[in-house]
């Protein structure tokens, strides 16, 4: 079965940004959202923490998932998932 966590993700954050007039969020993380961290090594089961979510241009974020040293970082394109619909 998918994991429905990273487009869950995305479709809060843009729904987000439609509703208010900010250029960054924070907000918990959904479990399964990332895979890995920069480094390559998987993101543990039952992690718990924060993911900064940045809107560089309507319709395209960054999402950093936060945790002591370990980063991850995925970048969103809604015009890119449209396109796969």
């Known amino acids: 079965m998918m994991n429905a966590a990273p ?3 995305k479709d809060y954050d843009r729904l987000h940004f439609e509703r208010h007039e900010s250029d960054r969020r924070c907000r918990p993380y959904l479990p399964g959202e990332f895979e890995t961290w ?11 923490g ?11 974020r960054l999402r950093r998932l936060l945790s ?13 998932d449209a396109e796969l619909l």
């Open 38 to 48: 920069l480094d390559g090594d998987p993101v543990p089961e039952g992690f718990v």
């Open 50 to 60: 924060w993911v900064e979510v940045t809107q560089t241009e309507p319709g395209e």
């Open 68 to 80: 002591g040293e370990a980063i991850a970082t995925v970048k969103d394109n809604d015009a890119e």
């Open 7 to 9: 487009e869950q993700a």
